[in-house]
């Protein structure tokens, strides 16, 4: 069993930036996937940034704009956000992908003047 614990989300303004941060409880290997979801109000969860087996994926609404970032010998994944904007809002989400399907509690991020 992983747990997975986040920080980092809440409310900042328009082209502001935000750093969310995500802990698992065990030791994750750089061959498996950790990244992030998000949930916004009527749309599907949609993943946002994804990194393992070398490969990082973006979803084209944040290239650019959002960086992924993993400490593979803390077991840690962070989301750098830049240039927000209100679209951007919702719950996010991490999640890791060693053998099962793990995700954290979710974190809101609201951008909003």
């Known amino acids: 069993q992983v747990q997975l614990v986040e920080s980092g989300g809440g409310l900042v303004q328009p082209g502001g930036s935000l750093r969310l941060s995500c802990a698992a409880s065990a030791t994750i290997s750089s061959l498996n996937a950790m990244g992030w979801y998000r949930q916004t109000p009527g749309k599907q969860r949609e993943l946002v940034a994804s990194t393992g087996g070398g490969i990082t994926f973006y979803a084209d609404s944040v290239k650019g704009r959002f960086t992924i970032s993993r400490d593979n010998a803390k077991s840690t994944v962070n989301l750098q956000m830049n240039s927000l904007k209100p679209e951007d809002t919702g719950v996010y989400y991490c999640?890791?992908?060693?053998?099962?399907?793990?995700w954290g509690q979710g974190t809101q991020v609201t951008v909003s003047s």
């Open positions: 999640y890791a992908h060693p053998n099962l399907l793990y």
